[in-house]
């Protein structure tokens, strides 16, 4: 049998006419429907010459359309290239010059600005109604029975970027192998049947909404009730239909402090999963008083799916993201690569059928990533505990976490150096109850300047995706530094540690 995960997903062909997804205020989509759509998208994407292994990048807004496209790729052995919707067009010329996509999808009010970054390859466009884009368009005429290109297990499915400390971001690439081991261990692990009811309000551009929410229902044949977004009347008002939740933390805060919810609202959810940052121990307290339930973290990453969970059944410690899942290794080790002791703090190093190919066209950047023995490196510090449950104690670089998406310091500080009036910048992250970590920007002015916060962040504005912008700007007359003049991030964070209490 083929590796192709459509064709998993999409075999053996019991249960197709049951709902697959379900958006808010449109018609209900069958996972035959969905399947069928794809086929129709899979001929548009060849018909404009994409053939297997060919990159098709997607910046659109989420919708069941984004969604039948991302099926279209698998479908046609195309490679999906996500892009947040909040980048800006200085940083999709560099994923297209990166990835050299064979297609861009864009919203349709993005076109003329694709067109202009992007002369020479093929634009098509996608809207969130269900009625507008040339790619739907296309579609309307064409046969749903496309043959599934036949794949193996180390083809690649999709290339999720991520950036480093040096602010170049990385093309994390995911083979079909790697999300469907996850999927299935997921469905498994967190008990998913046909009969459940995903409440999705993530996005879908990165690995949490994408690849472990909808893979797993998808796997499962469980149905999606489908959000545009996160918005907190909508999720109570979908609530009494589903099942279980997926979030980051920031859901779990907002929603505590709405009086409706109570264990009555929530009685008949079966799990409630946090990921993509830090869920603080108060919040998971919280939630478990007011709901009678005890919320399921979990610890994944781009390049690795996910690697460790809470159980279903047992104790949900807060603090920890639960132990190693089936298949996946995990050792915490010195800087050298040799497993540290139970109890001792070192780095988190992993090995498994999820973690990913390497960085597209970076061998060297993926050999540095590795050990010789195949564990990859993930630059989160952390220790393991009397009972094999694992607790992230840090990050060993500067990534800050923001309401789920990660943020690189060194590409703001780069832009808010080349500000006149700045002498240095330092961008750290400071707890905050809502995003989990603020983007801060502390500043170093040359003599006599007198920039303002407002100034910087207006400067800021244009030029980065909203999650990236810093949410304050401190000023400060010099950085603490080592002996080896290096900023001393730490201490700055230290200082300014309780700025969003």
Request: with cysteine; aromatic share 8%.
């Amino acid at each position: 049998m083929t590796d192709n995960l459509f064709t998993r997903f999409s075999s053996p062909a019991l249960h197709r006419n049951k709902t697959f997804l379900a958006p808010p205020g449109r018609q209900a989509v069958s996972f035959a429907q969905a399947f069928d759509q794809a086929g129709r998208y899979a001929q548009v994407l060849t018909a404009h010459g994409a053939k297997k292994g060919d990159r098709v990048a997607v910046q659109v807004e989420k919708s069941a359309e984004n969604i039948f496209l991302y099926l279209a790729c698998l479908r046609a052995g195309l490679v999906y290239l996500p892009l947040n919707t909040g980048y800006t067009a200085g940083e999709l010329s560099y994923f297209i010059g990166d990835a050299a996509p064979a297609i861009f999808v864009c919203a349709p009010r993005d076109l003329e600005m694709l067109k202009g970054i992007f002369p020479q390859g093929t634009v098509l466009t996608l809207g969130d109604d269900g009625k507008s884009g040339s790619l739907l368009e296309e579609a309307a005429d064409q046969s749903p029975d496309f043959p599934d290109a036949v794949l193996g297990k180390d083809d690649l499915a999709s290339i999720l970027y991520t950036s480093g400390t040096t602010g170049v971001s990385k093309g994390a690439m995911l083979t079909h192998g790697n999300l469907w081991s996850n999927a299935e261990v997921l469905r498994r692990e967190w008990r998913f049947t046909q009969d459940d009811v995903l409440l999705h309000a993530l996005p879908i551009f990165h690995i949490h909404g994408l690849f472990v929410a909808t893979n797993i229902c998808l796997a499962a044949r469980a149905s999606i009730i489908l959000l545009p977004k996160f918005d907190i009347a909508e999720i109570f008002r979908s609530l009494p239909a589903a099942t279980v939740m997926m979030g980051v933390p920031t859901f779990y805060v907002r929603l505590l402090q709405d009086p409706r919810l109570n264990r009555e609202t929530s009685r008949h959810m079966r799990l409630f999963v946090s990921g993509s940052a830090p869920l603080l121990a108060e919040t998971h307290r919280e939630w478990s008083a007011k709901t009678g339930q005890a919320i399921l973290e979990r610890y994944g990453m781009t390049e690795t799916n996910m690697n460790t969970s809470n159980p279903y059944e047992g104790a949900r410690k807060p603090g920890s993201v639960g132990r190693p899942l089936p298949g996946t290794e995990l050792r915490i080790a010195d800087d050298g690569g040799k497993a540290l002791p139970q109890g001792e703090i070192g780095m988190i190093e992993v090995r498994g059928p999820n973690v990913f190919a390497g960085y597209w066209r970076m061998p060297d950047k993926t050999a540095a990533e590795f050990r010789a023995d195949g564990f990859f490196i993930t630059g989160d510090l952390g220790m393991i505990d009397e009972d094999g449950y694992v607790h992230i104690v840090g990050r060993a670089k500067d990534l800050i976490i923001s309401g789920g998406f990660n943020v690189y310091p060194k590409e703001i500080e780069s832009l808010i150096d080349e500000l006149p009036g700045v002498a240095e910048s330092a961008v750290i992250g400071l707890p905050h109850k809502d995003f989990g970590e603020g983007v801060t920007a502390v500043v170093v002015l040359n003599k006599d300047a007198a920039l303002t916060q407002d100034q910087i962040m207006a400067a800021l504005k244009d030029r980065l995706a909203k999650f990236k912008q810093p949410k304050a700007v401190l000023f400060t007359d010099q950085f603490p530094r080592n002996a080896m003049g290096k900023v001393q991030k730490k201490l700055l964070r230290d200082q300014y540690k309780d700025l969003y209490a």
